[in-house]
């Protein structure tokens, strides 16, 4: 089946700082793949998405690029600031049947000034 | 932002109860979707719909039933709620289920069951 592997958090780091957090993906098809945001107390809202092998998603200066020969998408910003704070989840589309969302566990960010 | 409401926002039950969470969408959209968020585990599949009437289950399935008898709205029931259902429940929707599509999450209702 579809699985997404997040690298375990907490993550701190400075303002300023480069963020860069992994997300390694096994899917039969072609899944289209999705970085979603939670911040505290809230639910999720949509990052940033790539569809096809090669695409790069981006957004509020986030980016990650769908690797399909490594099956990776990691996420990159190149100084975050302490309003990223957040749980990041990286997650997958099934390319047929029900086009549910398979979730990786989440990352949690911290960004301390 | 999506136009989707889930009531109660928070609920406390005993275990052995029935409890129902409501998910309201103003967009039309024909999926909806029910998770379930556990620290480690991020969001897992419940049940999900596909049109009015048409429902089928996902991976945490047991324990839980589901019904939708109009396009607003999808009910999410534990018939005889545990403790081990205990969590945070999130509601989506996607405009035709695609697999390119953004799915639209709601704020979440947060269930304790003593």
């Known amino acids: 089946g579809n699985s997404v592997t997040q690298m375990e958090g907490p993550v701190t780091l400075s303002e300023e700082a480069f963020l860069t957090i992994n997300c390694t993906y096994t899917a039969t098809g072609y899944p289209s793949l999705f970085w979603y945001v939670q911040y505290p107390g809230e639910g999720l809202q949509l990052l940033l998405k790539?569809?096809?092998?090669?695409d790069k998603g981006s957004n509020k200066g986030f980016e990650a690029t769908y690797r399909k020969e490594t099956t990776s998408f990691h996420l990159e910003k190149g100084s975050v600031q302490v309003s990223d704070s957040a749980v990041y989840f990286c997650?997958?589309?099934?390319?047929?049947?029900?086009?549910?969302?398979?979730f990786g566990s989440g990352t949690r960010l911290q960004v301390q000034p | 932002d999506a136009g989707i409401t889930q009531s109660p926002r928070h609920k406390v039950t005993e275990t052995g109860t029935p409890v129902t969470l409501r998910c309201h969408q103003t967009e039309n959209h024909r999926y909806m979707y029910w998770y379930r968020q556990d620290p480690g585990h991020g969001l897992r599949l419940i049940h999900y719909s596909y049109g009015v009437k048409d429902t089928d289950k996902g991976e945490v399935s047991d324990g839980y039933s589901v019904s939708r008898s109009k396009t607003e709205d999808f009910l999410l029931t534990l018939e005889s709620a545990t403790s081990s259902q205990t969590s945070v429940y999130f509601c989506?929707?996607?405009?035709?289920?695609?697999?390119?599509?953004?799915?639209?999450f709601g704020p979440g209702t947060r269930l304790l069951v003593l």
């Open positions: 790539a569809t096809k092998a090669d």
């Open positions: 989506a929707i996607s405009e035709s289920g695609g697999r390119q599509e953004t799915q639209y």
């Open positions: 997650a997958l589309s099934e390319d047929t049947g029900r086009r549910a969302l398979t």
